[in-house]
């Protein structure tokens, strides 16, 4: 974090913040936001989509919100099940976008396992600062004790599912390891994880 995060009051990765745990910082059409993940009452699980049908507004690698809206308009239970979360007084919880997906596990990471290192995995043009590649131990178990494995609101050691349909093949969606880190895309009626977020502009 810089010293202009610290000026506008940021707390440090992990720490309780705005109804949820500050996560990182995602940048959303040149607006720099501060990304929130709830803790366990944030947790869904469902299918991305009753079928297989493209979602042509949820294609966004950081727009996790927009994403979700197109999701619901689509008829998406878990969109609808996001939006209808209150958790810490706030009511504007979303399915995090690929991007957002990523910090969550960069700086979230439940386990000690090592990261994977295969094409992509860790680069992340939307936050701040931008995501560079993984390294086998990079990065690190996080820091923040009740996101540690075992830990309350820990993300589970399996894959989640994000709100960014894949590009070229609607019938797919993107998700994230959280064993690893690896981004992969699956068929949206499999039944998968969501640990939904909010974020506020800064």
Known sequence: MNLVDQAVGLPAIGEAFAGGYFTGIIVVDGQRYALITAGAEGELRGKWSADYNGVGAAVSRADGYVNTRAMAMAGSELAAKAFDLRIGGCSDWYIPSRD????????????TRPNA???GDGENPSSAPTGQLYTRDTPAQTIAPNFRAGGIDALSDTWYWSSTQHASDPSNAWHQGFTGGGQYYGHKGNEGRVRVVRRLPI
Request: neutral net charge.
């Open 100 to 111: 957002e997906q990523e910090l969550q596990y960069r700086n979230l990471k439940p386990t």
């Open 117 to 119: 290192v295969t094409s």
